[in-house]
């Protein structure tokens, strides 16, 4: 009887060990390696959307965001607009581009507290309610600013994994979606490669 059991308490030593071992040889690291593609998401991981034409538009064009005290700072370059156009530009619920006709598939704006619709520098407007993109004579626009409504990656206001929508009319800060109309750019928010970002302005 001894001997049996003195067997027996081998056997389960043994395979304890060899679990321990399997597990140690198999077990794999997290830490940060982007030549693993393993890139934490910080609260300050900088994100980007490139904008890709709606149905028949010809807009195109990137939006970065940038860590900033506080808020996020947007900084944006568009073509393809109407030539002296103002066109409205929301930061949309999802980042889902499957409608190419109208990009309904991105819902609706992004509006985390349930605000009535504003433009900035309204302190109460919908999350990522930006101003209105001015193009010039050949259909350029940029913008920069600091938005305090956002957030890069934390919190219910965070906005990766959402969309940038560009409409085809200037917003005019209406009820319930600032009268905008429809969709002709969208461009969804993911983190971005820092060496491929310009310097924040």
Known sequence: MIRTTAASALVTTALL?????????????????????VVPVTKTSPLVAVMRPVGESQVEGVFYFYPAVGGV?????????????????HIHAYGDATDAAKAISAGVHFNPFDHDHA???????????????????????????????????????????????????????AQPWGGAGGRIAIGIIGLANPESMPAAR
Request: charged share 20%; glycine share 10%.
């Open 119 to 173: 433009l900035p520098p309204a302190e109460h407007r919908h999350a990522g309610a930006f101003p209105n993109l001015a193009a010039d004579a050949q259909g350029n626009a940029t913008l920069e600013f600091t938005d305090e409504t956002i957030t890069l990656t934390k919190g219910v206001t965070a906005i990766i994994g959402r969309s940038v929508i560009i409409h085809e009319n200037e917003d005019v800060g």
């Open 73 to 89: 700072r947007v900084v944006a370059s568009v073509s393809g607009l109407n030539p002296d156009s103002k066109h409205g530009c």
């Open 17 to 37: 060990t060899g679990c321990a071992t399997h597990h140690a040889h198999h077990s794999h690291t997290a830490d940060p390696d982007p030549a693993r593609g």
